[in-house]
């Protein structure tokens, strides 16, 4: 019997009250405060705060953190849900939520001890601070096993020394869960994590990246020079790091697949109103058939896109969800990127232009497909998962 049969294929994705209560309440928060200045954020590159502090307050950036610590202990399709809707209207800010979701509440809520539990994800819950992730560095990208950051252990303490790049919500993060190496002789077995306070001494951020997309969200290095935390701020046991952070990117793929699922139907909304009001050649142009199958293709992926991550979100945590995850986030981030293309050759050269919502989304998605693990290295590990 193949592994696809022994796992079952069939899936309820009707969604509960409490669910369609939840979809709709974002997306009217995502319509009326996210919307309104949008545009003008993303030109100024400015982080929204006060639309993050309104978040926090509806409980949206400790969504799956269990009630006991402040948490609103939705479901990942729930957080999924949400994350679709902020996206649809902001990438980035839909993206600022699901880093502090996704790769820092998650990882602590499930390798933290009951201390570092209390201390740190009851105000990460609370949406007191916001959190970040270090993995990443200027030298290891897809091969997160080649990390430099060294930690070594000083009484009652641990000192971190090396950098971490391209770490989102750098600066504004009140805590970051961080790897490093323990023991350089061990290899992979020799990384641990850390929950790393911002505020920490040797703890500094680099410029800000000036990049592609996502301007309203805030992407910098971490330069770690002596800098010391308490030794309770281990993450799990000692050598664990890497098997964490494995854990966490098989997670935190789901944000990064709903994330395109909100930019793909954006851009298939937009789509569909140009298409049906500008006017070539003494018709509308959606009614030229080449319009036409343009959108129907947008649409049907989009639907594609949305079975895979939900079938992906319900499975979280079962023995294959880490490979329906990548499925997802490797469909749903090159369906978008498609979508985004196609969307904005359907509006011609007025798509290339700023003044067209377009234009920005196109920008934004494209780095769907690169991290939280690019494309090809997702196709590694469904294929590896299948293989094996």
């Known amino acids: ?61 400790g969504m799956m953190v269990p009630e006991e610590y402040g948490g609103a202990g939705f479901s990942a399709l729930s957080y999924v849900l949400a994350v679709e809707e902020l996206a649809a209207v902001c990438p980035a800010t839909a993206g600022t939520m699901s880093v ?29 601070m916001i959190g970040g992730f270090g993995l990443t560095e200027p030298g290891s990208g897809s091969d997160a096993g080649s990390l430099e950051t060294r930690a070594t252990r000083d009484a009652d303490s641990w000192v971190l020394n090396g950098e971490k790049a391209w770490i989102t919500n750098a600066g504004v993060a009140g805590v970051y869960v961080v790897m490093a190496k323990t023991d350089a002789e061990a290899g992979k077995k020799g990384i641990s994590a850390f929950v790393v306070p911002g505020d920490s ?40 790091g ?25 851009a298939l909304e937009l789509a569909v109103a140009y298409a049906r009001e500008r006017v070539q050649f003494g018709v509308p142009i959606a009614r030229h058939q080449a319009i036409q199958f343009k959108i129907a293709t947008m649409a049907t992926e989009l639907e594609a896109a949305r079975a895979l991550t939900y079938r992906a979100a319900l499975a979280e945590g079962a023995r294959h969800g880490g490979r329906l ?33 377009i234009s920005r989304l196109y920008r934004d998605v494209r780095v769907t497909t690169i991290y939280e693990g690019s494309s090809e290295m997702q196709r590694l590990v469904i294929s590896r998962k299948l293989l094996r």
């Open 325 to 357: 995850a990548s499925e997802a986030k490797l469909y749903s981030s090159e369906a978008a990127n498609r979508a985004c293309y196609e969307s904005l050759q359907i509006h011609g050269g007025n798509g290339y232009s700023d003044d067209y919502e």
């Open 100 to 128: 502090t979701n996704s790769v820092c509440c998650w990882p602590i809520s499930h390798f933290g001890s009951e201390e570092l539990k209390e201390r740190v994800l009851v105000p990460l819950a609370s949406g007191r």
């Open 1 to 61: 019997m193949s592994v696809l049969v022994q796992e079952g294929i069939g899936v309820d994705f009707s969604l509960t009250e409490e669910q369609e209560l939840l979809r709709s309440e974002v997306r009217r928060f995502a319509e009326e405060r996210i919307r309104p200045g949008v545009a003008e954020r993303y030109a100024r590159r400015e982080f929204p705060a006060d639309i993050l502090a309104e978040m926090a307050e509806m409980g949206l950036l």
């Open 201 to 240: 001494p040797g703890l500094d951020v680099g410029e800000p990246e000036s990049k592609m997309g996502l301007h309203a969200s805030k992407t910098a290095p971490l330069i770690f020079d002596d800098c010391r935390v308490p030794a309770a701020n281990l993450l799990g046991e000692l050598g664990a």
């Open 242 to 266: 890497f098997k964490i952070a494995l854990a966490t990117l098989d997670h935190s793929r789901l944000g990064i697949a709903a994330q395109s699922l909100g930019i793909h139907r954006r």
